[in-house]
């Protein structure tokens, strides 16, 4: 019916087989973003938010979410994660204060993890919007997208650029 893998014959939604394919090391790198005011990246430099510390919290939320994936990506197989990395770094240019998102994620499986990075790289984000919107709700999240993979059948992928 379609080259779509996860859809049956009928085209109904299903989870792919991944019985016969072969197990390999696999990566995946995502990216994300926050836009804050001044206040609050002021604010979470000096770790003056009240919630407590957005950067070690929002840490903690991505590499929860990235093992939690499969329980909200309704076609996610459940993968045994070997580790999972999130760092950050701020971008200050002409008055707006970018804090960036990186997420690293890897696995030896019979499937990649790029949805386990960008959940991650999600959750991370939206972690620091929650920690910091009695500030600002005009924080803007995005883009979120997946930099690199590696392993698998289909082979590597790496993001020229996000425009």
């Known amino acids: 019916m379609s080259?779509?893998?996860?859809?049956n014959q009928q085209g109904r939604a299903q989870m792919v087989d991944v019985t016969n394919k072969e197990t390999t090391f696999r990566t995946a790198a995502a990216a994300s973003s926050v836009r804050v005011n001044q206040e609050i990246y002021e604010k979470i430099t000096a770790g003056e938010i009240g919630k407590g510390d957005v950067l070690g919290v929002a840490q903690v939320a991505g590499i929860m979410a990235a093992k939690q994936t499969s329980t909200i990506i309704p076609m996610c197989h459940p993968l045994p994660l070997s580790g999972v990395d999130v760092s950050f770094e701020w971008i200050v240019k002409e008055q707006t204060y970018t804090l960036e998102i990186a997420t690293f994620v890897k696995t030896t499986g019979k499937t990649g993890v790029e949805m386990e990075a960008l959940t991650c790289a999600s959750a991370v984000a939206l972690t620091v919007y929650d920690m910091c919107k009695a500030i600002d709700k005009g924080m803007v999240i995005g883009?979120?997208?997946?930099?690199?993979?590696?392993?698998?059948?289909?082979?590597d992928f790496t993001?020229?650029?996000i425009e």
């Open 3 to 7: 080259d779509l893998t996860h859809f």
């Open 143 to 155: 883009p979120t997208y997946l930099m690199e993979k590696t392993g698998g059948k289909s082979g």
């Open 159 to 161: 993001r020229e650029n």
